[in-house]
């Protein structure tokens, strides 16, 4: 399977990274307007090219990385070359319907990962236009796999997405961070008190995952009477820190909505 990453910077790199090391033998191909930058991926065995018509020409599959504000420009430069092909969007908050009128005779697919594909542990929701087949949605989350978890969602929800898992790991960038600077208030030296704080996060993440107990009974596996953890919980219910987290993702999904309908808006 050829595919084209048209716009390889921090997540289309990742992406061509993940996808190199999967093992699976797909051929890439990654776009950039500085292709000095792309040297990493082509020492990794990836085709290289400031030349998005090229790239798009030879591809079973393009993967659209590129800023929102660029999307229109660039479908319209490769429109001949993506008929009748899949094009699988993870720019932010454009939607379906805009890059189908953009390119109507290309099979769409718009994604929201996350920055954790770097690792390959990224959260991808996606939706799919009318006309990707269902031989499509095998392709899209066969590659999706090779990223981390992923789901498909109705398109109305992208947005949301966007605000959660889009931006989940900014915030909790923050929770770690402030989990270090505890651990050094209590006296652990720096690289100790990040790596434990960061560890817990990725194990309780995993514990969640795995075991798919209720939230309350896993918190309370930690809970004892008199110990320290309650005493903990309580400083944090004190703190206004659930509703900090649950207005950040209300504010940066707002803001995804907001970019959705100027887009929707915009003019051919």
């Known amino acids: 399977m050829k595919i084209a990453i048209i716009g390889a910077g921090t997540i289309g790199s990742a992406i061509a990274k993940s996808l190199l090391r999967s093992r699976r033998g797909f051929k890439i191909i990654a776009t950039r307007r500085r292709v000095e930058k792309l040297k990493e991926l082509e020492k990794l065995g990836a085709a290289v090219t400031s030349n998005n018509k090229k790239a798009a020409n030879e591809a079973d599959i393009i993967i659209l ?28 908050a454009i939607p379906l319907e805009f890059l189908k009128k953009t390119a109507p ?10 920055v954790a594909v770097l690792v390959r542990e990224a959260f991808t929701g996606y939706s799919v236009d009318s006309d990707v087949t269902s031989e499509d949605k095998k392709q899209v989350e066969e590659i999706f796999g090779y990223m981390g978890k992923y789901a498909e969602v109705e398109e109305k929800y992208m947005d949301a997405i966007t605000g959660l898992s889009g931006s989940g790991p900014a915030y909790l960038s923050i929770i770690i961070e402030a989990l270090m600077y505890a651990g050094l208030k209590v006296g652990l030296p720096r690289d100790l008190a990040l790596s434990s704080s960061a560890q817990t996060v990725v194990g309780a993440g995993k514990l969640i995952l795995e075991t798919k107990k209720p939230l309350s009974e896993l918190k309370d596996m930690v809970v004892t ?18 509703t900090a987290l649950m207005r950040a993702v209300e504010v940066a999904t707002k803001k995804s909505e907001k970019i959705t309908e100027s887009i929707k808006n915009m003019k051919s």
Do not use: H, W
Request: hydrophobic share 40%; glycine share 10%; with cysteine.
């Open 65 to 92: 990385c590129v800023k929102p504000l660029n999307v229109k420009g660039v479908l319209k430069e490769v429109k001949e070359q993506i008929k009748g092909k899949l094009v699988i969007s993870v720019a932010a």
């Open 105 to 114: 005779e290309t099979r769409f697919v718009r994604a929201m990962p996350n």
């Open 225 to 242: 009477p008199a110990g320290t953890t309650i005493d903990g919980i309580y400083e944090l219910e004190g703190s206004g820190i659930r």
